[in-house]
Structures are given as structure tokens and as C-alpha cells.
């Protein structure tokens, strides 16, 4: 792996059709291309700042200035006391309609949820309106972090009617394997995606700096008959996943 770090750091210093002229940006380009290019598995540790700046004689500051553009890209992420590694991204396909938990359960990863609301209460007009709910009707809220391998990776809101989902507490995990028991899985779903800056809370909770990149997304989810049995409000890590579509021609 350093080797290919130094061979490709050396070849964009050698081409002037891609030779950039400040080291931090040479560096940080020749980082980017062997993680695009699997020299550098996700998850992989990238050699120190002082072998980096050994090995491509180097200032440390320079080196430094290059790690960290990257870092807040989300490309790497840094570890107090254990080094600098390539970030571990989630891809997450849009053509199916499957639950977070789910999803990380056929990556072999272990999801887990910390609660901060699992309560009842009267809709609100922004709920009414998104579940086609009457004013006054009551519905579940669940607020929580959503964690896999003991890291946060997403803040999820989420309003199901009091009538589908009368006990909030009874989810511990997966929302939509308690919806399936109750005779009432989503079928289908309108999702909107956006790009958004993780404000100071969001990023507390998703130990992220604040301003960090992060994906807003909101899902209305239906039921056979047109119901809208869902509506779930979240914010991601852009440092981690990746949402992709499939596209086809008629």
C-alpha cells in the first residue's frame, strides 16, 4: 500500500497534464486515486504522517494539510491515538424499499438503536399533512440515534398512526419488522434526498464536526390499500453512505 501511495504521488509530480503545483494537493490527489483504485481497502489504516513525509520527502505540515482536506470530504476519517483510515461507506440501493436495520443485517454489521422519545401523542399540522390524518389524531413517535458496530450513523424521526402502531415502546430495532407483524409492512414509498450541513446537535450526536456533510432524507411509506402508514424524517453521515439509483431506459 505505500507503495502504491508513493508510485502514484510520484507519477501525478511526473505529468503535466495532471501535476499540480502545491505538494498538499499532489498528495491529496494521489491519496484519492489509490482509494478509488483499491490499493487502499476501506477501513485500512494509511501510513503515518512521519513515514508519509519520509517517504515522499515531505514537510509534515504539508502532509497534514493534504490528510485533512481529504478528512473533511469524508473520504478518511481520523482516530484519536489509532491513526487515519480509509472511511468505511454504506451503499444503500433506492430501487428497494428495505429497513436500516435490515440493510446493515446483510452486511453482517450490528445495528442498534438509542431512544430518546418512544411516545403517543396528538398529530402535529406538518404530520397531518404528510399522513393524511385528520387534526387531533394520534400517532407514535419514535426519535432516535441509529448506531452499527457502535458508531452512529443516522438520526431517525419517524410518525406512524396511533391506530397501526399503538405502542411505540414495543420497536426496539427494526420499525418495519414490528409493522410487519402487526399486518401493516409499508409496500411502497416516496423518498426525498438531500444534500444538507449537519448542524451542532446532529453532529453531537452523530460525532461528526459541526457543519459536516450529511444526506436529509424524507419517506412517506404506504400501505397496500393507500394509507400512508409511515413518515420518517432522517439525517445520515455523508462521510459514510452512498445512496444509488438504478436507472433504465423505456
Known amino acids: 500500500m505505500e507503495t502504491a501511495l508513493v508510485n502514484e504521488y510520484r507519477r501525478l509530480s511526473r505529468d503535466p497534464a495532471t501535476s ?72 444503500k440501493p433506492m430501487s428497494r424499499l428495505t429497513s436500516f436495520t435490515e440493510d446493515l443485517r446483510a452486511r453482517g454489521l450490528n445495528p442498534r438503536s438509542e431512544f430518546s422519545e418512544r411516545i403517543i401523542g396528538e398529530v402535529t399540522p406538518e404530520e397531518s399533512m404528510a399522513l393524511n390524518l385528520s387534526p387531533g389524531v394520534l400517532v407514535a413517535r419514535l426519535h432516535r440515534v441509529r448506531y452499527a458496530k457502535e458508531e452512529p450513523l443516522a438520526i431517525e424521526r419517524s410518525v406512524v398512526p396511533a391506530s397501526i402502531l399503538p405502542d411505540p415502546t414495543i420497536v426496539q430495532d427494526s420499525l418495519y419488522e414490528v409493522l410487519e407483524a402487526l399486518g401493516a409492512r409499508p409496500r411502497r414509498a416516496l423518498q426525498r434526498l438531500r444534500a444538507v450541513s449537519l448542524g451542532a446537535q446532529q453532529a453531537r450526536l452523530l460525532h461528526v464536526p459541526a457543519g459536516s456533510a450529511g444526506l436529509n432524507i424524507e419517506r412517506r411509506s404506504f400501505l397496500d390499500d393507500g394509507r400512508v402508514v409511515e413518515f420518517t424524517t432522517s439525517w445520515y453521515r455523508g462521510d459514510i453512505y452512498d445512496f444509488v439509483a ?4 423505456d
Do not use: C, M, W
Open 20 to 91: 499540480q503545483p502545491l505538494a498538499y494537493l499532489r498528495l491529496r490527489r494521489a491519496i484519492r486515486n489509490v482509494v478509488e483504485h483499491r490499493d487502499i481497502e476501506p477501513g485500512q489504516a494509511l501510513p503515518s504522517e512521519r513515514d508519509l513525509s519520509r517517504l515522499l520527502q515531505l514537510s509534515r505540515v504539508t502532509v497534514r494539510k493534504a490528510i485533512s482536506g481529504l478528512v473533511e470530504e469524508g473520504l478518511l476519517n481520523q482516530r484519536h491515538g489509532a491513526g487515519t483510515f480509509v472511511a468505511e461507506r454504506i451503499i
Open 246 to 249: 438504478e436507472l433504465q431506459t
